[in-house]
């Protein structure tokens, strides 16, 4: 396993800074983040110009890239025109793990395996792995449907937050028997009450997840994805996800 940083943990900065700091606090891999909303670079930046995204990333002040965290929001054929484009640049790249958000509550669980179908069909073209994230208010919440739609969608994988299992709508949710899906990982501490706490106040038990994933021959990252608090020091907390999880690897 790897420790890596969000680029989305530095929204603030420039991509080129964003870089430069994770790389200032010992990070030797990153995730970087491709959404609409990024300051960074969005999916149709890369449609637009996969060469000069491509220039982009290599700035990466020589972290890894162990991933693309990708958020589109065009629709239709639009939609896999852009992720066709970033699974180009994840070759290219030499990246192989693309997390995507699942469908919101809401839509038709065949619509959404046909669209999960399609995503990892494009990407397989391209030696890449679609996992999807569990976020609560997505389809991808309740671990049976996180099953569910694993065993549907071949070589479909998962991006394991387990912070929506200890805060939120989805708290005390078994997700052991999702652990066997896990291509990905997102971390930082929570507590029953609040989603983002500082490092060693939550309940996340880091060992547990790490002992866990050892076990099932887990050999990929584990990525810190700690958001700007107000009154708490960033980077410090940054710095100390870092350190505790190296601690037990």
Known sequence: ???????????????????????????????????????????????????????????????????????????GDEHYQQFEAICELARISKVVTLNVPSAELGTPFNEEVEHLRRLVEIANDYGAKVCIRNQSGRQASDPDTIKVLCDNVDNLGLAFDPTIYICGPDAGKDSDKVLAYVGHVYLRDTSPTEFQVKVGQGEVDYGKIISQLSALDYRRALCVDVVETPGIEHSAEMRKMRLLLESLL
């Open 1 to 75: 396993m790897i420790v890596a940083a969000n680029t989305a943990s530095f929204s603030d900065l420039s991509l080129s800074d964003a870089l430069q700091r994770i790389a200032d606090l010992e990070y030797t891999a990153v995730e970087i983040s491709i959404t609409d909303d990024s300051s960074h670079i969005t999916p149709a930046d890369v449609a637009r110009d996969r060469n000069e995204a491509h220039a982009i990333l290599r700035k990466s002040h020589r972290l890894e890239v162990t991933s693309f965290y990708v958020e589109i929001g065009a629709v």
